[in-house]
């Protein structure tokens, strides 16, 4: 996941304790989103184990295998691989044999999983218990828009929208979802029950 802070001066624990990585960070940019929005963006969203990896010093991706353990969003079959760039520098992701992970990624036209650095990868056991009920309701706030807000003054412009302000000491940190209401407004909410819907 793994996203670009350069237009924040911010430490980079601060914004990416859900899962983000510095390697690469000099050569491979990606705009900061909330957990929710690459959910939302990714094709498939799995937990799988790594049970190996083939790399062969080229240009070429690196392919991870897994062993499929949970199905949260995408097609719903078994993937027994997934790919990402052979360098950081292309945003390339390295995983660790014998690691669960949450893994959001990208079907490929020939139907193949691919991950970067832009998309999320974290470590199943890294992930706290309200992050994992999360993944039940991020897909009840698609049609939401989150706004990121990285100095005071900003707002929102539509109902639809929920202020992410995870970089001030009063915040809606990443533990929670923006999850739309019967009345088509969005709002934050955390854990599994959704009052007001």
């Given at each position: 996941m793994i996203?670009?802070?350069?237009?924040?001066?911010?430490?980079?624990?601060?914004?990416?304790?859900?899962?983000?990585?510095?390697?690469?960070?000099?050569?491979?940019?990606?705009?900061?989103?909330?957990?929710?929005?690459?959910?939302?963006?990714?094709?498939?969203?799995?937990?799988?184990?790594?049970?190996?990896?083939?790399?062969?010093?080229?240009?070429?991706?690196?392919?991870?295998?897994?062993?499929?353990?949970?199905?949260?969003?995408?097609?719903?079959?078994l993937f027994h691989a997934i790919y990402t760039p052979s360098s950081s520098a292309a945003c390339g992701i390295t995983l660790t044999n014998g690691v669960d992970y949450l893994l959001m990624a990208r079907l490929q036209s020939d139907g193949s999983l691919y991950i970067t650095s832009c998309d999320f990868y974290q470590p199943w056991d890294d992930l706290s218990a309200m992050q994992k009920r999360l993944l039940q309701l991020y897909g009840l706030g698609c049609d939401c828009k989150i706004t990121r807000c990285a100095s005071h003054p900003c707002g929102i412009s539509s109902r639809t929208e929920c202020l992410w302000t995870d970089f001030f000491p009063v915040k809606h940190p990443r533990n929670f979802a923006c999850i739309k209401r019967r009345d088509g407004s969005c709002a934050w909410f955390r854990g599994l029950t959704l009052k007001g819907r």
């Open positions: 996203w670009l802070l350069k237009s924040f001066a911010l430490p980079l624990a601060l914004l990416f304790s859900w899962g983000l990585k510095e390697e690469g960070a000099q050569a491979c940019t990606c705009p900061p989103m909330h957990p929710q929005e690459v959910f939302c963006q990714a094709d498939v969203v799995i937990a799988a184990k790594v049970v190996g990896a083939k790399a062969d010093g080229s240009l070429n991706p690196i392919k991870y295998d897994i062993q499929q353990i949970t199905h949260f969003k995408g097609p719903k079959r």
